[in-house]
T-cell receptor, first 111, second 114 residues
Framework: SQQGEEDPQALSIQEGENATMNCSYK?????LQWYRQNSGRGLVHLIL?????REKHSGRLRVTLDTSKKSSSLLITASRAADTASYFC???????????FGKGTLLTVNP | KAGVTQTPRYLIKTRGQQVTLSCSPI?????VSWYQQTPGQGLQFLFE???????NKGNFPGRFSGRQFSNSRSEMNVSTLELGDSALYLC?????????????FGPGTRLTVL
């Protein structure tokens, strides 16, 4: 079963606008990762945030983590048409070695 | 460094056949994981290997199996294919596979079962 749940399921914005996607999960985690997938291709790793971190930045990406609410958000600033893709959060927890993915947010950036 | 490579990229099989997919991790990475992606179930974990040992397995039937070689390359096998096995199969590698390591994915193998 999926642990992460992204919200919204789909998001459509204009180029230059910011895009915010949220992820909620159910059990305690060691870290949370965000990935991008273009049209049924491989997943591209965007950013990893550890359970003891609250915020992380990478270029135009900003990720926050609130372990008390079991939620994370991904902010993409100044969106470009090339950012059009599905975005997934994935969690790992306990002593296992797997990632548990949400169903993803489909982001469409209109030129 | 070269990324994760998967072969073949596309595969068409018929029900009852078996298939073997291959994954070469990033050089130096010792952990390889496999995931199945379908429109209905999303991304689901199949298994993870580290130094030729399976460390974790997802909730898939025994028809799904895998192995890892001494050079860290991995294969997964699906026997007695069913229509529902049609999916994108993704392989990921990480340096140690521990809970604090990023996993890097290959482009996937798109399997179609007719």
């Amino acid at each position: 079963s999926q642990q992460g749940e992204e919200d919204p399921q789909a998001l459509s914005i204009q180029e230059g606008e910011n895009a915010t996607m949220n992820c909620s999960y159910k059990t305690s985690i060691n870290n949370l990762q965000w990935y991008r997938q273009n049209s049924g291709r491989g997943l591209v790793h965007l950013i990893l945030i550890r359970s003891n971190e609250r915020e992380k930045h990478s270029g135009r990406l900003r990720v926050t983590l609130d372990t008390s609410k079991k939620s994370s958000s991904l902010l993409i600033t100044a969106s470009r048409a090339a950012d059009t893709a599905s975005y997934f959060c994935a969690t790992s927890g306990g002593s296992n070695y797997k990632l548990t993915f949400g169903k993803g947010t489909l982001l469409t950036v209109n030129p | 460094k070269a990324g994760v490579t998967q072969t073949p990229r596309y595969l068409i099989k018929t029900r009852g056949q078996q298939v073997t997919l291959s994954c070469s991790p990033i050089s130096g990475h010792r952990s390889v994981s496999w995931y199945q992606q379908t429109p209905g179930q999303g991304l689901q974990f199949l298994f993870e290997y580290f130094s030729e040992t399976q460390r974790n397995k997802g909730n898939f039937p025994g028809r799904f199996s895998g192995r890892q070689f001494s050079n860290s390359r991995s294969e997964m096998n699906v026997s007695t294919l069913e229509l529902g096995d049609s999916a994108l199969y993704l392989c990921a590698s990480s340096s140690q596979g521990g809970v604090y390591n990023e996993q890097f994915f290959g482009p996937g193998t798109r399997l179609t079962v007719l």
